[in-house]
T-cell receptor, first 110, second 116 residues
């Protein structure tokens, strides 16, 4: 069993839709949870960062962490074609290495 | 602020040949990471440096991979001899602090390796 599981998609939705991306994990020691966005042939860039459980909102993006279920989510409201990318969840215990999910390829259709 | 610089962007080699990748992190960033990203997978940490010392190299295939960070600034990652399964994008990242308390790793655009 992988430490972090993420549905690779691909996921295709129309412009303006609400997008839900999810990851599950097995290591209960994970405390730091991140979402990275990776455009084609580019390096990942940090999108959202959450410590422990709870929600965090930044513009059209909302990150949720449910440590009791070992489940994290990223919601994108009013999705735009420019949101088309691969979304990677990542998590760590703290000073330990960052463990990435497989990534979900998302396409927003105009 | 200049980003993380990597070269070469693309490299094609035959199996059993050697290859080296170079990375220059963001100025002032103490921690440097090399990740391997195989097509369709998430990045996997190969090695982490804090200044010029190794913090974590537990997933580095040391029989063929080596990395160094002289003077605590830029770094090179070498593969010798290369295998077909080494075909991947090699991502360099840097962060201002050690650990992941902020989650802010800055990635370069990567070096794409194809082994034939």
């Amino acid at each position: 069993q992988k430490e972090v599981e993420q549905d690779p998609g691909p996921l295709s939705v129309p412009e303006g839709a609400i997008v839900s991306l999810n990851c599950t994990y097995s290591n209960s020691a994970f405390q730091y949870f991140m979402w990275y966005r990776q455009y084609s042939r580019k390096g990942p860039e940090l999108l959202m960062y959450t410590y422990s459980s709870g929600n965090k909102e930044d513009g059209r993006f909302t990150a949720q962490v449910d440590k009791s279920s070992k489940y994290i989510s990223l919601f994108i409201r009013d999705s735009q074609p420019s949101d088309s990318a691969t979304y990677l969840c990542a998590m760590s215990e703290g000073a330990q290495k960052l463990v990435f999910g497989q990534g979900t390829r998302l396409t927003i259709n105009p | 602020e200049a980003g993380v610089a990597q070269s070469p962007r693309y490299k094609i080699i035959e199996k059993r040949q050697s290859v080296a990748f170079w990375c220059n992190p963001i100025s002032g960033h103490a921690t440097l990471y090399w990740y391997q990203q195989i097509l369709g997978q998430g990045p996997k940490l190969l090695i982490q440096f804090q200044n010029n010392g190794v913090v974590d190299d537990s997933q580095l295939p040391k029989d063929r991979f080596s990395a160094e960070r002289l003077k605590g600034v830029d770094s090179t990652l070498k593969i010798q001899p290369a295998k077909l399964e080494d075909s991947a994008v090699y991502l360099c990242a840097s962060s201002r602090l050690a650990g992941y308390s902020t989650g802010e790793l800055f990635f370069g655009e990567g070096s794409r390796l194809t082994v034939l």
